[in-house]
């Protein structure tokens, strides 16, 4: 396994870390005196670094805050406030993973291209691999692409997938599949669904219809909507996360593509403005390459803090 995720995250992280940290690391030492055009350039790195203007300014006050409280004259003294005022703004409490120790529907969501069907099928294969009985809902009947897909991944992962042929009725294949995953006695049920934002209204009805079937036939089960944004876009997956919201009870984000983009803020700004949780990342292609979130992880990753190994030793990471 090498790196650990730790430090793929940090690999990962490397374009956003040089977009937003370099800049950052060059005010700290540019600057003699902490003044407005010290905040303002601050500002504008971090808004480049995709943490959206509203983010940005709540943590810029932050640090303006603290630095008049703790009489700080120095500009390099900032650096460890700025980072805390990050993961403030990034902290929503306990990250609740409660669908994986209950039995669950999870219906994940989201446009072409980002990466869902993938993330089904590693979610799947983690989730098996921990000893759960996962099986998998092929409910995006749309392209017959991702049925294929999803089909290749529940192989790949040992896991059951309940599927129809292209075109058939995403309600229908939701129906099957919860009647399987009660004879089955799965533990967790996740279901591929569509995500056409350009058609909202149909979406809108597509999702309340699996929604009325899932609560009448198994409404004992805990129920989790994921997201699933392509961390590459930027500010685009932000708009994209609030379009969800206005269409289905979103309870957290999956952010892929980490490890190819600069933007990597964004998982800073969806937290902050949105209040959602984004709760895995993926930074690569391989099955252990979607990880649990953990924003200090995160934040650790992005401004190259010291970060005990997994053996406790003390590893830094460098560019």
């Not at 996962?134 to 089909?151: H, M, Y």
Request: charge should be negative.
């Amino acid at each position: 396994m090498g790196k650990g995720f730790f430090g793929r995250l940090v690999e990962g992280l490397t374009k956003t870390r040089n977009n937003i940290v370099s800049g950052i690391d060059s005010i700290f030492s540019g600057f003699s005196a902490i003044d407005d055009d010290f905040y303002e350039e601050i500002e504008e790195t971090l808004i480049m670094g995709d943490l959206g203007i509203q983010t940005t300014m709540a943590i810029v006050e932050d640090l303006r805050r603290k630095v008049k409280e703790q009489h700080i004259k120095e500009p390099s003294q900032c650096k460890e406030l700025l980072i805390s005022s990050i993961r403030e703004q990034m902290d929503l409490g306990e990250n609740a993973y409660e669908f994986e120790n209950r039995k669950s529907v999870v219906l994940v969501i989201g446009v072409n291209g980002v990466g869902k069907t993938t993330s089904v099928g590693k979610l799947a294969g983690q989730l098996k691999d921990s000893g759960k009985k996962v099986i998998l809902a092929a409910a995006d009947t749309f392209r017959a692409a991702a049925i294929e897909q999803l089909t290749e991944w529940a192989g790949r992962a040992g896991v059951d997938i309940i599927a129809q042929k292209e075109g058939s009725d995403p309600a229908a294949v939701i129906y099957d599949a919860v009647a399987a995953a009660k004879s089955r006695h799965a533990d967790v049920l996740i279901c591929d669904t569509a995500g056409r934002l350009h058609n909202k209204k149909n979406l809108m009805e597509e999702l309340k219809k699996i929604n009325r079937i899932i609560d009448k036939e198994y409404p004992e089960a805990y129920r989790e909507t994921l997201v699933v944004l392509d961390g590459t876009t930027g500010q685009n997956a932000m708009a994209q996360a609030r379009q969800f919201m206005e269409v289905a009870d979103i309870t957290g984000i999956i952010l892929t593509k980490l490890d190819g983009t600069a933007k990597g803020g964004i998982a800073v700004a969806i937290q902050s403005e949105l209040g959602l949780p984004v709760k895995y990342v993926g930074v690569g292609e391989h099955i252990d390459d979607l990880q649990k979130f953990n924003a200090d992880d995160f934040v650790n990753a992005l401004f190259n803090v010291n970060q005990k190994d997994e053996e406790g030793k003390d590893t830094t990471w460098t560019n």
